[in-house]
């Protein structure tokens, strides 16, 4: 067995650990001698019984044996492939706990990540449809070697094997009859991916663009993202990362002006499409790179907001320079990664260019790790 220097904790030991707490990913954390040990699908205050099946220099990973001690949040998953698929984390939470822990996670991140003391955090906005909500989802197929057979699903949640599934609980009931389809008409042959997606009714939305994969809990991102731009009072709105113009034209009506851009030049022509489907006269749309627009972009700002709901990776951190340098009037920063983005704030905040007036998150992905955050942030007086 391979036994880890530092505390004599080997390979395949069953141990009995109380979960203090979750990380930000979804896995209880627990400690063996002072040692951190991360096990997934358990809730702080269990007792569990684990079998070790990592060891590194700082932390172990191990595997979920038998809750010994349930915690009182503690639920019977949905989902039949909970515990194997590896698209959701949270199933075995009652959802108003779920809420609490990815609250206490984003606070946890602004203040380790973000360098920032007693954040501003909103309790997390509750998603009206816990259950069957996703408007898109990917599927992966795989050989399998061992049934000899084409797999359809989602990557376990502790390798790169796919599992093998004939409906996902979180998907809506629509993505659900397209996944059955698949199923009776598999690709050619493993390897391959398939993209299943509902659009909405009323936005013109390329297949491929990206849009919000909840329309249950889309109204509240959009009414937290309202209550900053009028708790400012700005005059004029950039929309950076646009898309299809979804934000911008969501809160045209709160000032005088929207620009957007995007380099998706497929969304920047359904971002046009939607303005006139509105019946809006003060946006205007462009393509471009959001990191070269933003120099000329963000000069004369005083009555300006300026919303960025970029992809996971964050903002370059040259663009967040830009930004603490020309200093626009308030930036609502939309995010779906709260450590990326407890990064981008430390930056636009260093040397009191801005700050963090407050987070409002909204839980637009119940049952798995992930969260969306709005940040108000206020230009400093220079």
């Not at 998953?77 to 199933?91: M, R, S, T, V, W």
């Not at 206490?104 to 449809?129: M, N």
């Amino acid at each position: 067995m391979e036994e880890n220097k530092y505390t004599n904790l080997a390979i395949c030991s069953k141990l009995e650990i109380e979960i203090e707490d979750i990380a930000f990913g979804g896995e209880g954390v627990g400690r063996y001698n002072d040692f951190v040990v991360f096990i997934p699908f358990t809730i702080p205050g269990e007792k569990v019984l684990v079998e070790i099946a990592e060891v590194k220099k700082n932390f172990a990973r191990a595997l979920l044996l038998k809750v010994l001690e349930p915690s009182p949040h503690r639920v019977e998953p949905l989902c039949k492939y909970f515990g194997d698929c590896g698209g959701c984390q949270y199933q075995h939470i009652a959802y108003p706990y779920q809420l609490q822990v990815k609250r206490k996670q984003i606070v946890d991140l602004l203040e380790r990540i973000g360098g920032f003391t007693s954040p501003q955090v909103d309790e997390v906005s509750a998603c009206p449809r816990p259950y069957q909500y996703r408007n898109k989802i990917m599927v992966r197929s795989q050989w399998d070697k061992l049934q000899k057979k084409l797999v359809i699903g989602f990557l376990r949640y502790d390798n790169r094997l796919v599992s093998d599934i004939q409906e996902c609980k979180i998907a809506e009931p629509n993505i659900n009859e397209q996944l059955k389809k698949v199923r009776e008409n598999p690709p050619p042959r493993g390897g391959l991916k398939v993209m299943l997606r509902l659009l909405p009714s009323d936005w013109e939305v390329p297949f491929d663009s990206f849009f919000q994969n909840n329309f249950y809990a889309l109204p509240i991102l959009v009414e937290k993202a309202a209550d900053c731009i009028k708790n400012s009072n700005a005059k004029y709105l950039i929309d950076a990362y646009c898309g299809i113009g979804f934000f911008g034209i969501s809160l045209a009506n709160f000032v005088e002006r929207v620009i957007g851009f995007d380099i998706d030049l497929q969304a920047i022509k359904a971002a046009k499409k939607n303005v006139e489907l509105k019946g809006l006269k003060n946006c205007e749309f462009y393509p471009g790179k959001t990191e070269d627009l933003l120099p000329n972009l963000s000069k004369n700002l005083e009555n300006t907001a300026l919303l960025m709901d970029p992809p996971r990776t964050g903002v370059p951190v040259e663009s967040l320079k830009i930004l603490r340098q020309n200093r626009p009037k308030q930036i609502i920063y939309v995010s779906c990664h709260p450590a990326t983005f407890a990064r981008d704030l430390k930056i636009l905040c260093e040397g009191g260019a801005f700050e963090l007036k407050r987070v409002s998150p909204v839980d637009m992905f119940p049952q798995t790790k992930h969260v969306e955050c709005v940040a108000d942030l206020r230009s400093a007086v220079p």
